[in-house]
């Protein structure tokens, strides 16, 4: 087994043209399970983000020339790489993000439908034809590749949600740079020499490390077309003004605070089972947590009850150990938040019906962790509530009926997914036509779309015309082109006029 400090001897640096640099400013990476730094990461600045721009340049010129073929060819070639090192891209995330070995396969099987997806192009980005639109004259669409895109994308998914964006954006014929994380980014970088084995170009996928002046290097550089961005909501808008402003077609997914609303007539323990999941699954570090459920009607003491069950079931360990149920949170400032949001509310008013502060695991006192909390009588107007608290914390709220549980949810500033657990297609119905939320779930907790459809919330959620993954990618990493068509006999008298073509 490495030891700690033959690990902080790893330096993790930028992929650049086929090859890792390793030279420049660093960081510490720290694994959240025991807090210890286990690699360096190099970061970069301006300089670093032009030198990936100029090479991503000279290799998407030919690479957008490459038939859709044998591009989709790499991409198959891509993912049956990324099958074949699945527990290796495992236990980099679970070593670096804290979560359980198995939910990071599960964030790799997720991210692959992307990949999947991309080697369907060919059938995704199809043109249309229409043949004599007016005499003599064929109109047909096409859609072309951006040139070189870029992806900013954060720590709580270090493979699936790139993979939302660099499959389909490469298999559309652009050049791809992600900046991923900072704080779980070795990951990137096993990607990278994936798609390279899989025989894509040097140039046409790279990766670039840092923090901000990284991110406003990508905003600002001319050579960059488009930017796609997932994190918070406060960030998403620096990101769309500033990468809009300097001419960019930008897409930037926000943050969440989604509600799942539990009806009387719902199995109530089953619901309480998928809550549970959702809402501590990954140590709740999900854009599709569910850190709120609003318990309609006589549901609200039995659904209490069942949640804490479940809560108290969870084994809280670190993610290397199979008898782990929840790992750590990411940093120790991600912990301090959840138990500080925790004991605001209780000096509130608010009820503990599970209180994970304080917990420690033996033998990780160092690791950030915090057990799963489940909290009740909450004020709308306490953080724990009204803010994306990004870990393992559960409010539960009430509401007399269905009506005002709705109203609950949509006076939320956020509307990524919202779920409803009910026995009542008539219940169901409503709910999914008056929610105010891009992903619905119907007696489902995470309602995530396969990768065939697209990713993206409502409201402070989504900054841009675009969702995820799915057609929507398709269309924001090309542009249309609409190509009219004549080709007369050479001896035929010329028809032109001076007046404005009509299509006769």
């Avoid at 652009?174 to 040097?202: C, H, M, Q, T, W």
Wanted: charged content about 20%; proline content about 6%.
């Amino acid at each position: 087994m490495t030891t700690t400090d033959e690990r902080v001897e790893t330096t993790i640096g930028h992929w650049i043209a086929g090859a890792e640099i390793t030279t420049g400013r660093t960081q510490p990476v720290h694994d959240p399970a025991t807090g210890e730094v286990i690699a360096r990461l190099v970061l970069g600045d301006a300089g670093t983000v032009d030198e990936a721009v100029r090479a991503a340049a000279a290799a998407q010129e030919a690479w957008g020339r490459t038939s859709l073929a044998r591009r989709t060819e790499v991409m198959f070639r891509f993912r049956e790489l990324v099958v074949r090192h699945e527990d290796e891209l495992a236990e980099i995330i679970s070593r670096e993000h804290g979560k359980t070995v198995a939910d990071a396969r599960g964030e790799i099987a997720r991210g692959r439908e992307s990949v999947e997806f991309a080697t369907a192009l060919n059938q995704a980005s199809k043109g249309e034809f229409s043949a004599d639109a007016s005499t003599g004259v064929d109109v047909h669409s096409l859609r072309q590749p951006l040139g070189v895109v870029a992806g900013i994308t954060p720590f709580n998914f270090p493979v699936m949600v790139p993979m939302w964006m660099h499959p389909i954006a490469v298999a559309a014929g652009n050049a791809f740079i992600l900046k991923p994380s900072e704080r779980d980014p070795s990951a990137s970088n096993l990607v990278a020499r994936l798609y390279r084995e899989a025989g894509l170009p040097d140039g046409v996928f790279q990766v670039v490390h840092g923090g901000r002046e990284t991110v406003d290097a990508i905003l600002d550089h001319p050579g960059i077309a488009a930017v796609s961005f997932v994190g918070s909501t406060a960030v998403a808008r620096h990101v769309h003004t500033r990468g809009t402003t300097n001419g960019k077609r930008v897409q930037a997914l926000g943050g969440a605070n989604n509600h799942a609303v539990v009806m009387p007539d719902a199995d109530i323990d089953g619901a309480a089972a998928q809550i549970a999941a959702g809402a501590f699954g990954s140590a709740g570090e999900r854009c599709m947590a569910v850190p709120v459920a609003v318990a309609v009607g006589s549901s609200v003491e039995p659904l209490l009850e069942a949640l804490a069950r479940e809560a108290r079931a969870i084994t809280v360990g670190p993610g290397s150990d199979p008898a782990t149920d929840m790992g750590p949170v990411i940093t120790a400032e991600a912990r301090d938040r959840v138990v500080d949001w925790t004991t605001e509310a209780l000096e509130g008013g608010a009820r503990a019906v599970v209180d994970g502060r304080g917990v420690t695991v033996p033998g990780h006192e160092g690791g950030y962790f915090v057990g799963p909390t489940v909290l009740a009588d909450v004020a709308p107007t306490m953080r724990a509530y009204c803010e994306e608290v990004f870990g393992p914390l559960l409010v539960v709220m009430t509401a007399a009926t269905l009506d005002e549980a709705l109203e609950l949810v949509n006076s939320s500033p956020y509307g990524n997914g919202a779920a409803i657990f009910t026995s009542s297609g008539e219940h169901a119905r409503q709910f999914t036509r008056e929610v105010q939320a891009g992903m619905v779930g119907v007696n489902v907790p995470i309602p995530t779309p396969v990768g065939y459809y697209s990713f993206g919330g409502w409201k402070d959620s989504l900054l841009g015309d675009h969702h995820a993954h799915g057609p929507e990618a398709v269309r924001f990493y090309t542009r249309a082109k609409v190509v009219t068509t004549r080709w007369p006999h050479r001896d035929a008298v010329s028809d032109a006029s001076m007046s404005f073509p009509t299509h006769r």
